[in-house]
């Protein structure tokens, strides 16, 4: 079945490490997507990447990173240099031509810090 | 810049009352617009949509129209059921390629 594919689920994280959240898709989209979304805050644009080996920063890209090697992949980064990384972290995807098209969500992926 | 807001919940109901969740939107031109669902734990769902003036989304028995003359894109529903009780998200999308979510609104649905 067509869909995007996020992991872990849940991820836990002490202070100071770096953790890597994986998003694949097989819709053969061109745009990728990163959210973050807190309670009551809705959700936010961390990054986003319009076609392979580009991407721009979206309203909160400090304390992250990603790469777009591959058409499929959109890794996201979350580093030691964010200062509040709790938060429930939503990765999408869709057609990059027309404003017409929605996007399409992963399940999502929790990070925790302790 | 371009914006999208909500009214806030909670929003609480009875089963089979009627519903209406209150959406309005900033933006220069023309954006489509569209209304996600999350329920407990899970990604969005795109719920329907509208891409130009005067059209009505509907899927499920909800329906929205475009309202451009009130840059509004109002959720509405006949008769809720337990099973719509989720986070409820108005968003739009211009030239940008960026959607832009409003910051939801939990309805909540009692037998």
């Known amino acids: 079945d067509g869909g995007i594919t996020q992991s872990p689920k849940y991820l836990f994280r002490k202070e100071g490490q770096n953790v890597t959240l994986s998003c694949e898709q097989n819709l053969n989209h061109d745009a990728m997507y990163w959210y973050r979304q807190d309670p009551g805050q809705g959700l936010r644009l961390i990054y986003y990447?319009?076609?392979?080996?580009?991407?721009q920063k979206g309203d909160i890209a400090e304390g992250y990173s990603v790469s777009r090697e591959k058409k499929e992949s959109f890794p996201l980064t979350v580093t030691s240099a964010q200062k509040n990384p709790t938060a429930f972290y939503l990765c999408?995807?869709?057609?990059?031509?027309?404003?017409?098209?929605?996007?399409?969500f992963g399940e999502g992926s929790r990070l925790t810090v302790l | 810049g371009n914006s999208v807001t909500q009214m806030e919940g909670p929003v609480t109901l009875s089963e089979e009352a009627f519903l209406t969740i209150n959406c309005t939107y900033t933006?220069?031109?023309?954006?489509?617009l569209f209304w996600y669902v999350q329920y407990p734990g899970e990604g969005l769902q795109l719920l329907l949509k509208?891409?130009?003036?005067?059209d009505k989304g509907s899927n499920k028995g909800f329906e929205a129209t475009y309202r451009k003359e009130t840059t509004s894109f109002h959720l509405e529903k006949g008769s809720v059921q337990v099973s719509d009780s989720a986070v409820y998200f108005c968003?739009?999308?211009?030239?940008?390629?960026?959607?832009?979510f409003g910051t939801g609104t939990r309805l909540q649905v009692f037998p």
């Open positions: 509208a891409t130009k003036a005067d």
């Open positions: 990447s319009q076609i392979v080996n580009d991407f």
């Open positions: 999408a995807s869709g057609q990059r031509s027309a404003n017409t098209g929605e996007l399409f």
């Open positions: 968003a739009l999308r211009e030239n940008t390629d960026k959607l832009i």
């Open positions: 933006a220069t031109g023309y954006p489509s």
